[in-house]
């Protein structure tokens, strides 16, 4: 199965791709490596997910709130790839960054959100290396970002 109709058998709906707020790109392909630039937690309807987690959202909205990140990843590279998703080999890196309280500890937990859309949807080429950092602040006041790298075919 390819990556786009695992998509429509997930009844995945991928969100718009948003344009960078400041001077850099969405994405850079160097090589074969699709680089994409942070993205940050945002719902289906638009509105930011803001907060510190372990204070404002707990464990599992955040994690929701990670996996809105994903979906957005997705969408940026499907982009990069001028719509045509086979392109990609595989996901290499995530890098997630988990707006949390100091005692908060669960930032894997957290950024599995954004690992386990991978995985569901490349499948074996959806499994990648990772950080999942706290951070004390986001822009816009975001419950969390993720970046990420992929190979591309």
């Known amino acids: 199965m390819n990556f786009e109709d695992k998509i429509k058998t997930l009844n995945i709906k991928l969100p718009e791709a948003k344009a960078p707020a400041g001077n850099y790109v969405a994405t850079k392909i160097s090589g074969k490596l699709l680089y994409i630039s942070g993205q940050i937690s945002i719902d289906d309807k638009g509105e930011l997910i803001k907060g510190k987690v372990g204070k404002d959202l707990d464990t599992d909205k955040a ?13 940026q590279a499907k982009n990069a790839c001028g719509g045509d998703l086979s392109k990609i080999k595989s996901c290499i890196k995530l890098t997630g960054f988990v707006n949390s309280t100091e005692t908060f500890t669960e930032q894997p937990k957290v950024i599995n959100g954004a690992s386990d859309l991978m995985a569901s949807i490349f499948g074996d080429a959806g499994i990648h290396t990772r950080a999942a950092v706290s951070t004390n602040s986001l822009p816009l006041g975001v ?4 970046d990420a790298i992929f190979e591309l075919n």
């Open 63 to 75: 994690y929701q709130a990670a996996k809105r990140c994903g979906l957005s990843i997705v969408t």
């Open 143 to 146: 419950a969390v970002e993720v």
